[in-house]
T-cell receptor
């Protein structure tokens, strides 16, 4: 049983538009939530995070929203750029234990 | 910022041989290190958690005698794939926790190792 789900394996967006990537989790005890960008044969690159006490965190073009009651988080990228094309993973964690990753969503941004 | 160095980046070995992968935290002491495995187009699956000076804790289904993890110092953890077989071919990624990163909660990832067993 997956503790972290990214139900959309892929997403295609035009340059300049908004990309919305979604993630659902099952355990309400998770303390923090992170988004990573990853290319094949490379380690994940940290993008943005949010703690369980917040519902929104913004960093430049990236905004993460957390809905604790729905156990749902999303990553908004606006405006999307071709360089954003990659696989995006959400990860959740608690109390210093290992991060648990979703299966990832492949984002393709066309110019 | 916190940096984790993982070597080698890619390795090809013959079936039946052993391969060692190193994970080093370069500018911080990593109290805990994690090893993940990623199959093509799949998620990062946690294999084991290691704390310096103690035995690693393996996830269910991961053979501890096959995937030997050593965390002898606060800056180095190694994963040895023993008697490798083609099904062990995968992308292995380490993560070290202990850096001062606030936004990433102290988790720093290595660049990964592509293991191909022929």
């Amino acid at each position: 049983d997956q503790q972290v789900k990214q139900n959309s394996p892929s997403l295609s967006v035009q340059e300049g538009r908004i990309s919305i990537l979604n993630c659902d989790y099952t355990n309400s005890m998770f303390d923090y939530f992170l988004w990573y960008k990853k290319y094949p044969a490379e380690g994940p690159t940290f993008l943005i995070s949010i703690s369980s006490i917040k519902d929104k965190n913004e960093d430049g073009r990236f905004t993460v929203f957390l809905n604790k009651s729905a156990k749902h988080l999303s990553l908004h990228i606006v405006p999307s750029q071709p360089g954003d094309s990659a696989v995006y993973f959400c990860a959740v964690g608690q109390a210093g234990t290992a991060l648990i990753f979703g299966k990832g969503t492949t984002l393709s941004v066309s110019s | 910022g916190a940096v984790v160095s993982q070597h080698p980046s890619r390795v090809i070995c013959k079936s039946g041989t052993s391969v060692k992968i190193e994970c080093r935290s370069l500018d911080f002491q990593a109290t805990t290190m994690f090893w993940y495995r990623q199959f093509p187009k799949k998620s990062l699956m946690l294999m084991a958690t290691s704390n310096e000076g103690s035995k690693a804790t393996y996830e269910q289904g991961v053979e501890k005698d096959k995937f030997l993890i050593n965390h002898a110092s606060l800056t180095l953890s190694t994963l040895t794939v023993t008697s490798a077989h083609p099904e062990d071919s995968s992308f292995y990624i380490c993560s070290a926790r202990g850096g001062s990163g606030v936004t990433n909660y102290g988790y720093t990832f290595g660049s990964g190792t592509r293991l191909t067993v022929v």
